[in-house]
């Protein structure tokens, strides 16, 4: 059969076992099988489903994704998240705007400890939007924030996203870790003027709270050793080759677990919880990491990835124009896909393209996460604001998407900044990131 | 009596994930202290990973904790979003049939690798990741069962940490 064809058709069952509700990573790894199978044959295709479980499962690269996710959800269970709020409500609540200023500063704080775009989201929606509703703030503009804010949770390191995709075009993950800091930072004070520009025009939607003394605002500081101990231990420790990024995550979830035993805000039921929480959490990635694995075996096979490869580099637009195609096709494909799969799937694709066309694999990294931002929070499919609002059940998805707009339109100047000057993202892992 | 022993294996299937962290860290921290490691830790972790994600996938499965699209399944009413959750079990039940069939031939037909310092041998844990493999299938047709019955438990809403 023709090759093409067997690849679109292979694409096409895709998406229509993933429309009719399959799991992701079986509608990939189905259609994987099937697609090898009729290109190779039934027996060949079937070593292969025994083979690549095995293989992506016990590959020890892959940990460090369980680890990150322990990591956060030990660091959220030891109360980090709301000690970062309640700092931020100290010092800036009593300003417009303030709680919401303060629910970005811990949203950059709680990502800086955890890897995870909706994990933030979800923490931040439990720990922050009770507080400004209860303040009198817009809950549908509240929302929109806090998942806009929960993005910070994979541009900031550690991210998960970053090391899928330092993983798959075997970029150095540490580096890549670095290029997201700065990124962050902009997106934070980006968030922030939106907030002041809403605090100024709309003052009743963002009402100031009471005043904290001096000394109820440094005796919110003292709470924060932990969230900096454990950014620094893991950030330090990869910038000094203490250990890898790999380790290092593995040092991120047990330092989590001890920060929150030593504190005494860790208790046996609640760190089981939380294992089987990472759990089932990790299992569900892992799933669509070992779908992606076999579908990109079917793909290989079928020469699709080296043609789409050439294609794109050979389009007479540029290499600007290229990125500029390849940017609008992830911002339709993560308004209707889960932005893993997105990943998984196109990676394997634009990355070689990109370098072929002289871009730098580090910043294209930078690149893919704000892709993965607009995934996020754009309609239909936003999973952040499909998670506040499984949270705040009363406020209307359409308002919370509403709500995410002005966060999208300094989002979209924050990718023409990236991608303007390349050195926002690498002028610091270029300085330190060895 | 199904959800209690399903419970303590994802006890057990979580804690080996803790392990993994454990060793890593303790690795880490041996290797520094006293200038060695722990012996296969490297081995064990790659193994305690593979076991307890395999086991997870299987109890991802029957939970229906699975990431999912749910754009169709959200638009219809009870009835059809039965029928659409038996048939993506039922899919996902032909993907995992033939995976736990393979992954059992190939572990059978191992040869006596062992790990680099114990000298453990390896099939023992494959065995072990193989026998989730096989319950991820018995736990999809499990609740194929349940949801025709409509006792089926229900993912929606479960936690996502991932992107």
């Not at chain 1, 060949?44 to 956060?72: E, K, T």
């Not at chain 1, 809950?139 to 899928?164: D, K, N, R």
């Amino acid at each position: 059969m023709d090759r093409d064809l067997v690849a679109l058709l292979g694409f096409v069952l895709m998406f229509l076992l993933m429309a009719l509700r399959v799991p992701i990573g079986v509608a990939m790894g189905l259609s994987g099988i099937l697609g090898f199978a009729a290109l190779s044959g039934m027996g060949p295709a079937l070593r292969l489903l025994g083979q690549v479980p095995l293989s992506v499962l016990s590959d020890y690269n892959l940990s460090i994704i369980p680890m990150f996710i322990l990591m956060g959800a030990f660091s959220a269970g030891a109360g980090m998240s709301r000690e970062l709020f309640a700092a931020g409500t100290a010092w800036l609540g009593h300003r417009r705007g303030g709680l919401a200023l303060a629910t970005i500063t811990a949203c950059g704080g709680f990502a800086a400890i955890n890897g995870s775009s909706v994990a933030t989201a979800a923490t931040m929606s439990q720990v922050a939007l009770p507080e400004m509703r209860k303040a009198g703030y817009d809950p549908g503009l509240s929302a929109g924030l806090i998942a806009a804010g929960g993005t910070l949770g994979i541009m900031i390191p550690p991210s998960v996203i970053f090391v899928l995709y330092g993983i798959m075009t075997e970029t150095d993950i540490k580096q890549l870790f670095f290029a997201g800091v700065v990124p962050g930072i902009i997106a934070m004070l980006f968030y922030s003027t939106v907030i002041l520009f809403f605090a100024w025009r709309r003052p009743a939607t963002m009402p100031s709270g009471r005043i904290h003394s001096w000394r109820e605002r440094f005796a919110t500081l003292k709470n924060l050793w932990a969230t900096l101990l454990l950014f620094l231990v893991v950030l330090g420790g990869m910038y000094l080759g203490v250990f890898t990024a790999t380790e290092a995550a593995g040092v991120g979830a047990m330092g989590a677990l001890v920060i929150g035993l030593v504190r005494g805000q860790l208790h046996v039921n609640q760190i089981k919880e939380t294992l089987v929480g990472s759990l089932r959490v990790s299992a569900a990635i892992l799933t669509i990491v070992l779908g992606a694995y076999l579908f990109g075996y079917f793909l290989t096979i079928t020469q699709f990835t080296q043609n789409s490869i050439e294609f794109l580099v050979h389009l007479p637009v540029g290499a600007y124009g290229v990125l500029a195609l390849i940017m609008v096709g992830y911002l339709i494909l993560g308004a209707v896909m889960d932005e893993l799969a997105m990943i998984l799937l196109t990676v394997p694709i634009v990355f070689p393209a990109m370098m072929q066309l002289g871009f730098d694999p580090v910043w294209f990294g930078v690149i893919i996460v704000m892709a993965v931002t607009f995934g996020m929070i754009c309609p239909p499919v936003g999973m952040n604001v499909f998670v506040i609002n499984s949270i705040a059940t009363d406020i209307p998805l359409t308002r919370i998407y509403r709500g995410t707009f002005p966060f999208i339109a300094v989002d979209l100047v924050r990718l023409f900044l990236l991608c303007a000057f390349p050195m926002l993202s690498l002028w610091l892992p270029r300085t330190i990131g060895g | 009596m199904l959800n209690r022993i399903l419970a303590f294996t994802e006890s057990v299937a979580a804690l080996f994930l803790l392990l993994v962290a454990a060793l890593t860290f303790f690795n880490v921290c041996v290797r520094y202290l006293f200038h060695t490691q722990i012996p296969d830790w490297f081995d064990l972790s790659k193994q305690l990973q593979a076991i307890a994600i395999m086991w997870g996938i299987a109890l991802a499965t029957y939970r229906g904790t699975h990431i999912c699209v749910d754009i169709l399944w959200e638009h219809c009413a009870g009835a059809w979003r039965r029928r659409i959750d038996i048939f993506a079990t039922a899919v996902t039940l032909l993907l995992l049939a033939p995976m736990a069939w393979m992954i059992f031939v190939i572990v059978a037909n191992m040869g006596s690798e062992v790990t680099s310092d114990l000298r453990l041998q390896l099939r023992y844990f494959y065995a072990i990741a193989a026998l989730g493999a096989v319950a991820a299938a018995l736990l999809a047709v499990k609740r194929i069962m349940e949801l025709y019955a409509q006792r089926a438990p229900d993912g929606v809403g479960t936690e996502r940490l991932d992107g």
